[in-house]
């Protein structure tokens, strides 16, 4: 499966896979892209929504580079808060290619270990990175991952886009990933196609259309009640 880096207009990289044409993250900017539509939209709105949640369980569609890891336990650290993170990634990069990876000097000095700590750690376990964050990453695909129980708070559905991988997208998948969510949940993604949406109401979300990152008309935020 080749894979090459690229740098991104806010001079983080991104990875581009030659076999689907298309990039991990926005050519936009990586950094930014990621901070904005998994942070920003859905960690911060879930924090700010259920302040007295000190516990959040993450799951995240599309572990890739690591990025939204990395942030998400930099937003532990500077709340205060707990997040147990389980990621699933059906294909995972190898180390030579993530050691070229700048995202590290994007973060501050004491959080810059941490970058390499989340890909050193082994698959299938549950593993303490820092105070505040746990990781579990799963090498598997959302088709073929096991039930697991109704635990989690935020979804980052960090998928390569429906006209890329559509079997990622559809209905069933849809639902395995409302089944996982909690009352007051959130699954937030870069994707605004119609149909997607529509998908999502179909499953039981209530969708909300917001902006998108760096210029991008929108983005999508579904709620569970």
């Known amino acids: 499966m080749p894979i090459r880096l690229v740098?991104?207009?806010d001079g983080s990289h991104t990875l581009y896979a030659e076999h689907l044409n298309e990039t991990y993250h926005s050519l936009k900017g990586a950094y930014h892209e990621?901070?904005?539509?998994?942070?920003?939209?859905?960690?911060?709105?879930?924090?700010?929504?259920?302040?007295?949640t000190t516990i959040i369980h993450l799951f995240e569609v599309g572990f890739g580079t690591g990025l939204n890891a990395l942030l998400?336990?930099?937003?532990?650290?500077?709340?205060?808060?707990?997040?147990?993170?389980?990621?699933i990634e059906a294909y995972p990069?190898?180390?030579?290619?993530v050691a070229a990876i700048n995202y590290a000097q994007f973060f501050p000095a004491p959080l810059?270990?941490?970058?390499?700590?989340?890909?050193?750690?082994?698959w299938e376990e549950q593993h303490e990175i820092?105070?505040?964050?746990?990781?579990?990453?799963?090498a598997v695909k959302l088709e073929d991952l096991p039930v697991l129980p109704q635990e989690f708070h935020v979804i980052y559905f960090d998928a390569f886009a429906p006209n890329k991988q559509s079997e990622l997208w559809e209905v069933p998948q849809l639902q395995?990933?409302?089944?996982?969510?909690?009352?007051?949940?959130?699954l937030v993604t870069y994707c605004a196609k119609r149909q997607f949406k529509e998908d999502l109401k179909t499953v039981g979300f209530e969708v909300e259309k917001l902006a998108g990152a760096l210029g991008k008309k929108e983005m999508t935020r579904g709620r569970v009640k």
């Open 176 to 186: 395995k990933c409302k089944n996982l969510l909690l009352p007051n949940g959130l």
């Open 7 to 9: 740098t991104t207009e």
């Open 72 to 87: 998400s336990l930099q937003f532990a650290e500077e709340h205060h808060l707990y997040i147990h993170y389980t990621s």
């Open 130 to 138: 820092s105070p505040f964050f746990s990781l579990k990453k799963l």
């Open 34 to 52: 990621s901070l904005y539509v998994y942070i920003q939209k859905g960690l911060e709105v879930f924090h700010e929504e259920n302040p007295h």
């Open 112 to 122: 810059q270990p941490y970058w390499s700590a989340i890909h050193a750690c082994s």
């Open 93 to 97: 990069l190898p180390a030579d290619l």
